[in-house]
């Protein structure tokens, strides 16, 4: 449980750095890829307890990392909603609009439980065949599952979800609202099965400033780990405001968490400001920097283990990886990690 009792403790008890990485298990790897041939549909896999949970081991069996993460998607949310999702090849998440907002209300936790049910199966399951890893629960932070549900797919100029909170604030905060619900529902069953620690991932707060920041991004995330820390004190939440830059500086003063996932982009006083409210930090390392590998993959990782050694640190990636990775950098990052800390 080295990475849970890191964010406890805010202590090492180990003299290794513990690793994991942001979509462990994914495409890169071929073992993956072999299950994913046969289940073409990709939600059918998350609500596939048995396959689920093999594929959530499946990194760790190959690259004994220090934590499990469920494989399952952030937008399992809005299905259980009631709006139906569906993962297109080469496209991406296909999300049929929301009509009516009532549609969505009228679904009771009962219904959310229906669909989601598998997955608190699933936790059950890694559990039962990994009881020393810690095992990492998630949802997408409300904002970011919102954009997915009114962008209805992969977006790059975001432009509806911009429209709508502009033009339809009090529809936004309804929905948001109903979010914030469903996700602390749906991270306490999490943690009722078994997980040990939570990550919530802010995958687009870079879309929104000032008070928009504010309203749709810091208080949202404020609820959900504020009533979550009241039911379970002694798990440790995470969260990944995405290329928030200096914004993140109000979300840490604001909100009380555990660990903050860094990215590229996040600046050097937020990285101080978290060693001195004693956050975890877990990143950064550029995703295509590890597909790319050579002397800069290794130049990279000398730094930060360099920069952040005095420091509690989880290795992490600054994103998720990217199905392009050889497995051989993979491998290399892994081991030089290791070794630098037994150097
Ligand atoms: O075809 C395939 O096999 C699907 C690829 C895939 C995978 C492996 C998707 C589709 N989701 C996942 C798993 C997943 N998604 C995990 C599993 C655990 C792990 O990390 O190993 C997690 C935590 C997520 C979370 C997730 N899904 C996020 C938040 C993190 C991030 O990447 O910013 C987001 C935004 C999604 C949405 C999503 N899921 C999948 C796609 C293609 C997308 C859209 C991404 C986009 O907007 O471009």
Redesign the pocket.
């Known amino acids: 449980m080295l990475i849970k009792s890191l964010l406890i403790s805010k202590k090492k008890t180990s003299s290794r750095t513990p690793i994991w990485f942001?979509?462990?298990?994914?495409?890169y790897l071929p073992e993956y890829k072999k299950i994913?041939t046969k289940e073409k549909k990709?939600l059918d896999l998350c609500f596939n307890p048995k396959l689920a949970s093999t594929i959530s081991l499946q990194p760790i069996n190959r690259f004994d990392l220090d934590a499990i993460?469920?494989?399952?998607?952030?937008?399992v949310i809005p299905h259980a909603l009631g709006q139906n999702v569906k993962?297109k090849e080469k496209i991406?998440?296909i999300l049929k609009p929301i009509k009516n907002i009532k549609q969505l209300k009228n679904i009771g936790k009962d219904r959310w439980d229906n669909i989601l049910s598998p997955i608190y199966e699933t936790i059950d399951i890694i559990k039962s065949k990994n009881k020393d890893k810690t095992l990492i629960g998630?949802c997408?932070s409300p904002f970011?599952v919102l954009t997915?549900m009114i962008e209805g797919k992969?977006s790059k100029d975001h432009k509806k979800i911009k429209l709508f909170l502009l033009s339809e604030p009090q529809k936004a905060k309804e929905i948001i609202d109903m979010l914030i619900e469903i996700s602390i529902h749906y991270l306490s069953k999490q943690i009722d099965a078994g997980v040990d620690v939570v990550q919530l991932?802010e995958?687009w707060s870079s879309l929104l400033e000032g008070e928009l920041y504010n309203d749709f991004i810091i208080e949202p995330n404020k609820q959900i780990i504020t009533r979550l820390k009241k039911l379970y004190p002694n798990i440790p939440i995470i969260i990944f405001p995405?290329n928030s830059e200096s914004k993140t500086v109000k979300l840490i003063n604001d909100i009380a968490f555990d660990g903050l996932s860094i990215d590229l982009k996040t600046p050097e006083n937020v990285i101080s400001l978290c060693q001195k409210k004693e956050i975890i930090i877990q990143g950064r390392l550029d995703p295509l920097l590890l597909l790319v590998g050579g002397a800069q993959l290794e130049k990279k990782i000398n730094e930060d283990l360099l920069f952040f050694k005095k420091e509690n640190y989880i290795f992490n990636l600054s994103?998720?990886i990217l199905p392009e990775t050889p497995i051989s950098n993979v491998e290399k990052m892994i081991k030089m990690i290791r070794n630098y800390e037994t150097a």
């Open positions: 942001m979509r462990q298990a994914g495409r994913r990709f993460i469920l494989f399952s998607d952030i937008l993962f991406g998440p998630f997408g970011t997915y992969a991932f995958s995405r994103h998720g």
